[in-house]
């Protein structure tokens, strides 16, 4: 058992872009736990689906077993898209068990975390995570009021509200450099005045950073100005260079007995996301419609018919100018109004990311026509292989990277609420305008980055894991290992049984040697 455990989350921060800096120079935290500590790459679910990540990592579950892969789903029994809530999640998070066991736990703004009743520990949610999921809150409650008195707001604006003009681009790079070195400020505060035994803090400015920032830094990405941003040669870097000080910052306050581990379960890469492309695709396969499509203009509601009226990039800006309940309430209600159930055997859930597509399935969802089993599988299995065969055809390159059936991948009660088929883009596709495939033809439409939130950079599969400690084996290697195994690990360093759903193992490379049994002779 280890003195102490200090995990630094940082939100989709890239290990291919932190392994090159860190050779070159800028990251020299970065460089010191890559020669001196462990450093290793994971498996993740974001393999699959980007959110799931963070879920993953708190609940020791995959998907199937917590049911959380992106900011807006689908609920078995409702076929709303609904903004995603924390409360959720179907397995608590592994500080409850900490907490349970009596190690003393500070929590500091865990992507997609909610209040945990009874928890003795110190939580603060949505100081500084960029990005809205819930209430911002704390337990005790005068907390997060402390922080807010002592340090200030969190610099950075709801993202929701960033435009692409490259003065606001500017402007947002600063913030976000300015609320990381407020994060650290926060949190060696807290680890100063507080007992912990376990202290979980997130940065989320990587994640920021790689979606609005990514064609700034890419001289090859298909928006970038010619002459670049004004006042932004390497805005991402720049981010990443001020996380790197941070967690050194962070990393000068604990002591020898203390193990060190900072993780991401996902990174960020170019956009050629093609998920905007589905509805049309899919509805010249013959499998989604909608009501604008075929239906009586008498029976619309007022929202519909306005919906058909208003293009996709007008009202996205519509209501992004709106407050962020009142935006959440009417996004969804723009993508809800219009379905036609009647005549839809399959449906995208919107996202900027993967192309998440759901079977209207009989029994599962409220207005379903697809029977389960023959039907639902030759559908599944059609759809696949039109994915497949995707292309963009201005290079003939597969569009798709992956194309997952959810059943072969992930398993268990939540299994319910997840997509039924999943499309990850291929970068090197470099799609943005075009689609081709056999079953849909030529699809043509906006680029990713053109509509609205405006995201130039995008999730992918690239999840880390650094480590110093007492017992860690610097000279391990790559780990094969996955980012289910992290709290798993944690609860090993600190004592405590895990619960018995964790799908992960402890990693031995965290921990102590087992001792070698004396020869009997």
Known sequence: MTGRVLLIGLDSADAELIERWADQGHLPTFARLRRDGLWTRLRTTAEVMHVSAWPTIYTGVTPGGHGMYHAYQVRAGDQRIQRTSPAWCARPPFWKHLDDAGRRCIVLDAFMDWPLAGFKGLQVLEYGTWTWFGEPGSTPPGLLKDIVRRFGAYPVPDHSRLTSVPADLVGFRDKLVAGVAKKAEVTRWLMREQPWDMLFVTFAEPHGAGHYLWHAEDR???????????????????????????????????????????????????????????????????????????????????????????????????????????????????????????????????????????????????????????????????????????????????????????????????????????????????????????????????????????????????????ARGPDVDTGAGPVDGHIVDIPASILALLGVDPPDWFEGEPLSQLLPAAPVAAAVG
């Open 220 to 466: 090859h990405y298909p928006s970038h100005p010619a002459g670049g941003v004004p006042g932004m040669a390497t805005p991402i870097r720049d981010v990443y260079v001020a996380v790197d000080r941070a967690v050194g910052d962070i990393l000068s306050a604990v002591d020898d007995r203390t193990t060190v581990l900072v993780a991401s379960g996902d990174g960020m890469g170019p956009n050629y996301s093609a998920t905007h492309h589905l509805p049309p695709m899919l509805a010249r396969m013959g499998l989604y419609a909608s009501q604008e499509s075929g239906g009586s203009g008498a029976n619309k509601s007022l929202l519909k018919q306005i919906r058909g009226m208003v293009p996709l990039p007008v009202r996205q800006a519509i209501t992004r100018c709106l407050p962020r309940d009142l935006q959440h309430r009417l996004s969804t209600g723009w993508v809800n109004a219009g379905m036609d159930w009647g005549r839809t055997k399959i449906f995208p859930i919107p996202n900027s990311n993967e192309a998440y597509l759901r079977v209207n399935l009989q029994g599962r969802e409220p207005q379903g026509i697809v029977v389960p089993g023959a039907e639902s599988d030759r559908l599944l299995e059609g759809l696949g292989a039109e994915m497949r065969a995707l292309v963009n055809p201005a290079n003939g390159v597969a569009a798709a990277e992956r194309v997952t059936l959810v059943d072969d991948v992930f398993a268990g009660a939540e299994r319910r609420h997840l997509p039924d088929l999943v499309v990850s883009w291929s970068n090197e596709a470099r799609v943005t305008h075009e689609l081709c495939g056999p079953g849909c033809g030529a699809v043509h439409g906006p680029a990713g980055y053109e509509i609205a939130p405006f995201y130039t950079g995008n999730h992918r599969a690239l999840a880390f894991l650094a």
